[in-house]
DNA sequence: CCCAATATTGACAAATCTCTCATTTAATGT
DNA sequence: ACATTAAATGAGAGATTTGTCAATATTGGG
């Protein structure tokens, strides 16, 4: 274990078995599909980052996994690695679910994608926890805010927002949703405050009032809609 | 080493040496003054926090302190009982950090506050990293936004404001207030990022556009005047 | 200057952790 | 079935960590 390098990816990256992921290849050979492991130690990860924090050590995770302890290093050079994985695993993930069906407006775009990330953290505890973990890790924020760039700029070109993606917009934004994560986390709140959330995102994007409420109900309808199915 | 309790104080504090930090007696006996390396300790272990997150191990606090292993334990019972000083020590700095002269215009002392966090978190580094790695503990958004809530609360009473504490406000204002202090720890924020956070976190209250700026000028000069001194 | 109270030290046992590797177990194609 | 290739195992070496403790050093009062 040595320092994880801030930026950039693992210089290491040794993948022993797997390397697909997501290759387009079938897979080379029929019989990599013990991917499972793969993933089992990946998630086994999660819920001990979401326990126990940056100090989440190997033995932590194959016990949670229920693997053998070589296992781990069969998949992982290093627990280094892991951490740059999993930090990986939930940038994408993030993205996953803030990705909505194509909205032309960017307001109820912005709406509803941030309607289902915050969904996704009252649905998904540890997926929650996940987050609000590496958000105290260096380059974090870019990730977390990756998603809503390209709306805001096109918000603000079409004159739906009086602001656009600048830094304190975004830090703004997501400052928000990450504080209504913790507070989900945390179980003290509200049963609105998803709804609140979304609707003062818009309003902080300067739609108005009455239009921002109503937006911010049918975004999480929406998003609650295209949960369940 | 284990679980630190989620909430509340622990249930050992043994306090072997100094037992005042802010008693109002006069340190009992005079030769208490050996306080010196309980704070030389307590440093350590915030820049340790700053530097390692919530890996930190005692070994790199007592060699930050330039101490001995055993001094250590002679003022903490545990490895978890430095944590939970530190978050506590961390809270009272931030509202430390955030009390301002008395100022009657709810708006203003928000502005002020705000910009005195903000400004401490630029000019301090290891305090605005440790307040990150806080972030992603239990219980530290209430630690936040406590700075908070009685400006929001009375801003509303005085109609200076259209929104009062209720969670969504609190949030949004702390969200800011911390996406900021990690672009600022990150290094990629501009020059007046502290003055748009403040300008911004007034306009989420519900003050007028050109008022906000005015007012954030006007905090952030004071603030920065305050500091200088 | 000496004494008693207090603080500091560093060696150490026990626990824990990381990572390696020889060996065993399982899966696959023929 | 059988041979071949890949995956899983767990013992264990070496490093690091935690927390204890007897010995040592320092302090301030008398």
């Excluded at 290491?12 to 499972?36: D, Q, Y």
């Excluded at 326990?51 to 998949?75: H, I, P, Q, R």
């Excluded at 540890?126 to 973990?133: F, P, S």
């Excluded at 105290?136 to 990756?146: E, K």
């Amino acid at each position: 274990m040595r320092d994880l390098s801030i930026l950039g990816l693992s210089s290491k990256m040794g993948i022993v078995a797997g390397m697909s992921e997501t290759t387009g290849a079938p897979l080379s050979r029929g019989h990599r599909k013990r991917e499972k492991t793969r993933r089992q130690l990946i998630d086994a990860g999660l819920r001990a980052l979401a326990e126990k924090g940056e100090g989440l050590t190997v033995s932590d995770v194959v016990a949670e996994a229920d693997v053998s302890n070589g296992t781990f290093y069969n998949y992982f050079v290093d627990r280094d690695e892991l951490f740059l994985v999993l930090a990986e695993h939930v940038a994408m993930s993030i993205a996953a679910a803030a990705a909505s069906a194509p909205v032309l407006d960017p307001a109820r775009r912005f709406a509803l994608a941030t309607a289902r990330v915050i969904l996704r953290a009252v649905g998904d505890e540890t997926w929650a926890r996940v987050i609000l973990r590496l958000m105290s890790r260096p380059g974090a924020g870019v990730q977390l805010s990756r998603y809503l760039r390209e709306d805001l700029a096109e918000g603000l070109a079409q004159g739906r927002f009086d602001t656009g993606a600048d830094d304190a917009t975004l830090d703004q934004v997501t400052g928000l949703v990450a504080m209504t994560i913790r507070r989900v986390v945390e179980g003290d709140a509200q049963p609105d405050a998803p709804e609140r959330a979304v609707e003062r995102g818009l309003r902080a994007l300067g739609v108005a009032s009455e239009e921002a409420a109503e937006l911010a109900r049918e975004a999480l309808a929406a998003a609650r809609e295209n949960a369940a199915r």
